[in-house]
């Protein structure tokens, strides 16, 4: 199926895995659409999954292979977890799924892209499975961290797929992707979640910190909302908002630590200084609109 990664790639800090989320909250047009297309007929061979990232697209990728791999005929996607396909996928023991992610180098660390040789092991499970017949999926996440071998590697496949082959891209930013290989995709894409779906969502994981503030500043992504809970977004943000709030008569003492902190070495949960950056840009978008809502 794919690869033994021990640090999967594909994972947000602080959720499970998108192949063990059995639920997708607030993408059901998204979900109708993919319905309509697979029940006329005529599926297109390859889907390009959009949104802002973590709003679902991976959890999406990964029920949608459920689903036609299942066999299923359920209007919302959905398959039964104890069914035997479902228990295949979350063991990554169905054959006839191949996921496509950052994979390891020769010294086992974690490459930065999707380089050509992950995509010529693609190539190679559409070759054997071909003798055995049947629906065959690829899920690749993320398809914009392919270097360009590994993008023109795609566009061949895409350009002449293999037969019952579906190639499910999950991209989080789809103007880094080729034009040729966009052109040759269905898109699906994923909304930002309203703070009712964002409450539903975040419910179930335990997520610490008040989960109102955590939706106003995650901008309707769960991914988003895990990772300001996971390195104190929410702590940090006050922070800031009270530096600035004494403009210009910043305390130096406060504005030293905060940057020291944005110093910090990377961790399980993330990059300190990559939050401090995200914050900064929420305060100054939230301080220009003040004027029309209120403070930052």
């Not at 894409?189 to 997520?207: I, K, N």
């Amino acid at each position: 199926m794919t690869e033994d990664i021990p640090v999967e790639s594909d994972r947000v800090p602080g959720a499970p895995h998108p192949r063990e989320t059995a639920t997708l909250v607030g993408q059901d047009a998204a979900i109708a659409q993919f319905h309509a297309a697979a029940t006329s007929g005529r599926l297109h061979h390859g889907w390009l999954i959009t949104g802002p990232r973590g709003t679902g697209k991976a959890t999406l990728a990964w029920r949608i292979a459920r689903w036609l791999l299942a066999d299923a005929d359920s209007p919302d996607l959905s398959v039964p977890p104890d069914h035997p396909v479902a228990r295949r996928l979350l063991a990554l023991s169905e054959p006839r799924l191949h996921l496509v992610r950052r994979s390891l180098d020769e010294k086992g660390r974690l490459r930065g892209e999707i380089v050509v040789d992950d995509l010529r092991r693609l190539l190679s499970f559409f070759q054997l499975s071909a003798v055995e017949g049947g629906r065959r999926v690829a899920i690749i996440d993320a398809a914009d961290d392919m270097n360009p071998n590994a993008a023109n590697a795609l566009l061949k496949l895409l350009e002449e797929p293999p037969r019952d082959a579906l190639l499910l891209l999950v991209a989080h930013r789809p103007a880094r992707l080729l034009p040729t290989i966009r052109s040759r995709c269905r898109e699906l894409r994923l909304a930002p979640l309203s703070p009712e779906d964002m409450a539903r969502a975040l419910a179930p994981l335990e997520v610490p910190g008040d989960p109102d503030r955590l939706a106003a500043l995650s901008g309707g992504s769960v991914g988003e909302a895990l990772r300001l809970a996971g390195q104190d977004g929410l702590d940090r943000y006050a922070q800031l908002v009270a530096l600035f709030s004494r403009h210009p008569d910043m305390d130096r003492h406060a504005a030293a630590a905060f940057a020291q902190a944005a110093a910090g070495r990377p961790g399980a949960e993330g990059d300190p200084f990559d939050l401090t950056m995200t914050l900064i840009e929420l305060f100054l978008a939230r301080a220009a609109r003040s004027g029309l809502l209120g403070p930052p």
